[in-house]
Structures are given as C-alpha cells and as structure tokens.
C-alpha cells in the first residue's frame, strides 16, 4: 500500500509538474501571442504611415506634374515671344536696309542730276565759246556797227 500511496504521490507531483510545464507554455504562447500583436499593431500603424506618405508623394507628384505643365507652357510663351523679337528685329532691319538702299538711290539721282547738269553747262560754255570764236574769225564788215557812217 506504501508502494502504491508513493507511486500515487508520485504520479500526482508529475502532474503538477506537467501542469507547471503546461502552465508555463501556455504564459508563453500568450506573452508570444501579446508580442506578435503588439508587432502586428506596430506594423499595422506602420503601414498606415506609409500609406499617407504614399498619398502625400502622390500629392506632391501631381503639384510637380502641375508645375511642370506651367513651366511649358511659360517656355513656350517665352520661346514665342523670342520669336517675335526676332522677327521685329528682322524686320526692322529690313526696314532699315530698305532706307539705306532708298538713300543710296536719292544720292544716285542727285548725282546723275548734277552731271547732267554739268553737262549741259559744259554744252552751253562749248557753244559759247564756238561762237566766240565764229566772231572773232569774221571778216572785219561785221564787226562795225550798224550805225556807222562807213556803210
């Protein structure tokens, strides 16, 4: 009977052993269940975070995409306007040119004029100097004058 009150008592401490041993991976399965929820809970919080830096970069992205519609559309004004200088600028130059050519004609003409001019000055000194010359080399009757008593 001893023998079997020992054996009961030992099987009994085996179960409290058992039970301890059970006790304890059960405070572990729940302090490991408590670590993975707190992990999870961080990693949730964590994706919430990324998700309103995902919808901030977004945000960001489409002001950049925005400014970079206004930027073109700027260049392209700018590049216009640019155009327009050139063309004023050119077309200004030819207005000088045309000018300067209108000028150079005017000068030409005055020029041509004055030769002209010149010439028929020359033509007329010419003339006048043949009938300087027709005078002088006629005979001496008509040199007197017409109320001279020698006629």
């Not at 040119?97 to 010419?126: F, G, P, Q």
């Amino acid at each position: 009977m001893r023998a079997r009150a020992e054996a009961d008592a030992q099987h009994a401490r085996l179960a409290v052993q058992r039970t301890a041993v059970e006790d304890e991976a059960a405070r572990t399965a729940v302090e490991r269940i408590g670590t993975e929820r707190a992990a999870a809970e961080s990693a949730k919080r964590a994706l919430e975070k990324a998700s309103v830096l995902a919808q901030q970069a977004q945000e960001s992205l489409a002001l950049a995409q925005a400014r970079e519609d206004e930027l073109e559309r700027s260049l392209a004004a700018a590049r216009s306007t640019n155009e327009e200088r050139r063309a004023a600028r050119e077309i200004a130059a030819a207005r000088a040119r045309a000018l300067a050519d209108e000028a150079t004609i005017a000068k030409l003409r005055r020029d041509v004029e004055t030769r002209a001019l010149e010439a028929a000055h020359a033509k007329v000194a010419e003339e006048a100097a043949l009938a300087e010359r027709a005078v002088l080399a006629s005979p001496a009757e008509f040199d007197e004058p017409v109320d001279s008593p020698a006629r």
